[in-house]
């Protein structure tokens, strides 16, 4: 089973950038895709990027394209989302998550970073 572990976010100013890291340990040679979602107060969870370990270009929400990055270390089973040019409504619990590809089923999920951004 693998577990998911975010860091990175906190507080930051408008136009500001952050990096998000999600670390992954446990059995996980199956999940093969690995995203950032993210939920913003009364708002539902959406997906923000994703990237398929194995090759592949990432996936991007239209409202982050060209703000942020999602990268990863081979080595260390880390997945990053750079965030550049942070506006307002970026505010939101980030959360990562990893799935098979093919699938639509987001099976592993981790706990949350909140990113805050002030105007």
């Known amino acids: 089973q693998v577990q998911l572990v975010e860091s990175g976010g906190g507080p930051v100013q408008a136009g500001g950038s952050l990096r998000l890291s999600c670390a992954a340990s446990?059995?996980?040679?199956?999940?093969?895709?690995m995203g950032w979602f993210r939920q913003a107060p009364g708002k539902e969870r959406e997906f923000v990027a994703a990237?398929?370990?194995?090759?592949?270009?990432?996936e991007y929400a239209d409202s982050v394209k060209g703000r942020f990055t999602i990268s990863r270390h081979d080595t260390r089973n880390t997945v990053y989302l750079q965030m550049s040019s942070l506006q307002a409504e970026d505010t939101a619990v980030y959360y990562c998550?990893?799935?098979?590809?093919?699938?639509?089923?987001?099976?592993?999920w981790g706990q949350g970073t909140q990113v805050t951004v002030s105007s």
């Open positions: 998550a990893a799935k098979s590809l093919g699938s639509s089923d987001w099976r592993a």
């Open positions: 990237l398929r370990l194995n090759g592949g270009g990432p």
């Open positions: 446990g059995r996980s040679y199956r999940l093969n895709v």
